[in-house]
């Protein structure tokens, strides 16, 4: 359902009437990729102060382009399912609600409305990285109302969570995240869950252990910051600066021009994401620099060359 005020301009009508077909495609894409939206009806309302997502509906401001009608849809539109049905606690995990928004309704975005973007999370990577190298980031457990500043709230709820949700991608590979955001859903609906409850959900579906992801990235304002060291010949050293262990995802370009991937798994994980790479010895967290040689001759190494690791310093991460 779609209420708008006879009042506004002929070219804010027609956008009106343009963007609900799109609105469907939206409901389409969440109950896809999410789980399946119960309910026989939904209304996007004209109204409030800007943009407010309530059970069946969602309040909008009517005065807008077309692009941001969309856009503003699309983000409270999601939160029919991470808001409502799956319902976590708002001021306690406001980070499972805002941020698991903003990542799905980024991904629905890219695709329905063609926008064609490599990482349609970078948005989101830039800001939390701002803020990580800020003296004033306060860690995610942090009580919605107890962030010191507005600004603080904003970056951890929206931009850390959803950078919590991609990068998970990368910890566990993209099709294992998309199980679990389905499985998630299918187990945890109507039930309230916690923060353990998500990540224990995408240890079952990935057969990882993930209970240091949570505990680092949510728990702690601990960064991620790896470094390449060292080249020399064949041999390569690379660094781990910040606090937070991560797998490593590399590309090597040799001097004869060819091009190797390498996967370095973090040994408490217990495991490895799937991958086509070249797969070595596992990292140990407590070891500071970890070294290992190539096949050939090494002309240059790049960490992380999806981009997809919150590493909050790039300019160390090729050499």
Not at 39 to 44: A, I, R
Not at 74 to 91: C, G, I
Not at 126 to 154: C, E, F, M, W
Not at 239 to 267: A, C, H, K, N, W
């Amino acid at each position: 359902n779609f209420y708008y005020k006879n009042t506004l301009s002929t070219k804010q009508k027609e956008d009106w009437k343009k963007f609900q077909p799109k609105v469907v495609e939206l409901m389409q894409y969440y109950s896809k990729h999410i789980g399946k939206y119960p309910y026989k009806q939904y209304s996007v309302i004209q109204g409030g102060d800007g943009g407010m997502e309530y059970a069946m509906c969602t309040l909008i401001t009517g005065q807008r382009s077309y692009g941001s009608l969309v856009g503003v849809t699309a983000h409270e539109l999601a939160h029919s399912w991470f808001q409502f049905l799956l319902a976590t606690n708002e001021a306690k995990h406001e980070w499972m609600d805002e941020g698991f928004t903003s990542y799905i309704s980024d991904l629905a975005m890219n695709e329905i409305m063609e926008q064609n973007i490599t990482n349609p999370f970078k948005n989101a990577y830039k800001a939390y990285i701002y803020l990580a190298n800020s003296d004033s980031q306060q860690p995610l457990t942090t009580h919605a109302d107890r962030y010191h500043y507005n600004q603080v709230y904003g970056i951890s709820a929206y931009n850390k969570g959803e950078v919590f949700l991609a990068q998970l991608g990368y910890v566990i590979g993209e099709e294992n995240l998309k199980k679990t955001l389905k499985q998630y859903f299918k187990d945890w609906a109507f039930k309230h869950p916690t923060p353990n409850d998500f990540i224990r959900v995408a240890e079952k579906v990935s057969g990882l252990e993930l209970d240091w992801y949570l505990t680092d990235f949510t728990q702690t304002t601990n960064t991620i910051d790896y470094a390449i060291k060292q080249v020399e010949g064949n041999s390569i050293t690379l660094e781990r600066i910040g606090l937070m262990p991560m797998p490593i995802d590399l590309t090597v370009t040799y001097t004869d021009g060819s091009t190797e991937d390498f996967y370095i798994p973090l040994q408490m994980m217990r495991g490895e994401k799937p991958t086509n790479a070249t797969i070595i010895k596992d990292w140990a967290w407590a070891y500071p620099t970890y070294t290992f040689k190539a096949a050939k001759e090494v002309k240059s190494v790049k960490i992380d060359p999806s981009e997809l690791m919150a590493d909050v310093n790039k300019t160390n991460n090729k050499k």
